[in-house]
Structures are given as C-alpha cells and as structure tokens.
C-alpha cells in the first residue's frame, strides 16, 4: 500500500485538505491527535512524561497541554526527550491502524515530517502552503491567539521553501476552491501511480 504523508506549516490548512481526500474515500491517520489520544489514554507514557515534566504534565488526569508548550518551546533538548516517549508509540499504533485500511493509498498527517527527518516512512509527500499573513489571520482566530505569538512559532518551523524543495506535491491553500482542485489532481496521480506499482 502506498504512503503519503501530509505536511504543513501551522495555519497552512493541512486540516481543510486531508478533509477533503477522506471525502474522496483516503483512509486519513492524524498523526498529532492519535499522539494527544495516547497520551491521555497510556500509561506507560503518563508515568514517563510525569517523569521527565513532573506532576504539573497531567492535570485531573488530562494532559496539561499549555504547561507542556512553554516547557519544550524553546527547548529542543526537551522536545526530543518528549517526542522518543511518545513517538514510538504512535508509530505501533499507525502500523496497526494500516493493516486495517483495504485502499490503494492512505494519507498520514504529520506536522514534522522533515524536522525529525522522516522522509523514509513515505512514498510520496504533500506540503500545504499558504501565505504568511493568511495563516497568521487563521491560527489567530483558531487560537485566540496574539499575532507575536503565532509569527513566534512560524519562525520555529522549517520554512516552507525547505519543505517545497523536499516534497513531491505542494497545494497552495490561499484559495479553498482552487486547493481542492489542486488536491484533486494529485489525488488521480496517485491513483494512477498506484495502478503501476
């Protein structure tokens, strides 16, 4: 079966897009929320992240998500302790999840594909762009978020010149109607690709 990851910046509407490949039948596996679903629901890494973050990790037995983003946003050391806990398991998880899929081609979403060097996981990648002021406007609205903050977490992701550069397809997600056409052209490709393997 083939493997396509989905990437994108914050705001580019990585979120919009896999929505619509899963109304074209694409089985979609949402790398972050199956990570945040896990760490709510495993133990082993509850005790972990207690362990590395300390007991303000969990909150009422929920993951203390805004006390864990101060911790490791300008820590990478941090991140990359958090990501070895919670990575692998995620990892099992979509191998068990892929078994389950009867499709010619499945999409994984995941927003650092390329930071963490992950290219060789798929067999084709998509970067969903958009321009800057137009993700600022949407995480900020999302959000609630103050402009300073969301440019602050743009400058911390790979920029999208980089990600374009190492990417098989990129939609321009300015415009819905005109993603989606765009989607839809690399969805048929796809398809075709997986009739020649």
Same mark, same amino acid.
């Given at each position: ?8 910046? /914050? ?14 039948? #694409? ?16 133990? #082993? ?6 362990? +590395? ?8 037995? !929920? ?34 999840? +892929? ?6 081609? /499945? ?10 060097? +992950? ?8 970067? #969903?762009?958009?321009? !800057? ?5 949407? #995480? ?35 415009? +819905? ?12 490709? /796809? ?7």
């Amino acid at each position: 079966m083939i493997i396509v990851g989905l990437t994108g910046g /914050i705001g580019s509407g990585k979120t919009t897009i896999l929505r619509y490949f899963e109304s074209l039948g #694409v089985p979609v596996y949402i790398a972050d929320k199956e990570a945040k679903e896990l760490m709510n629901s495993s133990k #082993v890494i509850k005790r972990k992240l207690t362990e +590395l973050f300390g007991e303000k990790a969990y909150e009422n037995g !929920e993951l203390n998500r805004s006390y864990l983003a101060t911790k490791i946003f300008n820590n990478k050391a941090l991140l990359a302790k958090m990501n070895a806990i919670v990575h692998p398991k995620v990892a099992s998880h979509f191998k068990n999840w +892929l078994k389950k899929q009867n499709a010619p081609y /499945i999409i994984k979403e995941a927003a650092v594909i390329f930071e963490n060097n +992950l290219e060789d996981q798929y067999n084709y990648i998509i970067t #969903v762009v958009a321009d !800057e002021d137009l993700r600022i406007q949407r #995480v900020m609205k999302r959000d609630n978020s103050s402009k300073e903050k969301v440019k602050a977490i743009i400058k911390n992701q790979l920029p999208d010149s980089e990600k374009i550069k190492r990417s098989h397809f990129v939609i321009t997600n300015n415009n +819905l109607g005109s993603a989606k056409q765009e989607a839809h052209k690399i969805h048929l490709q /796809i398809l075709e690709k997986t009739e020649e393997n």
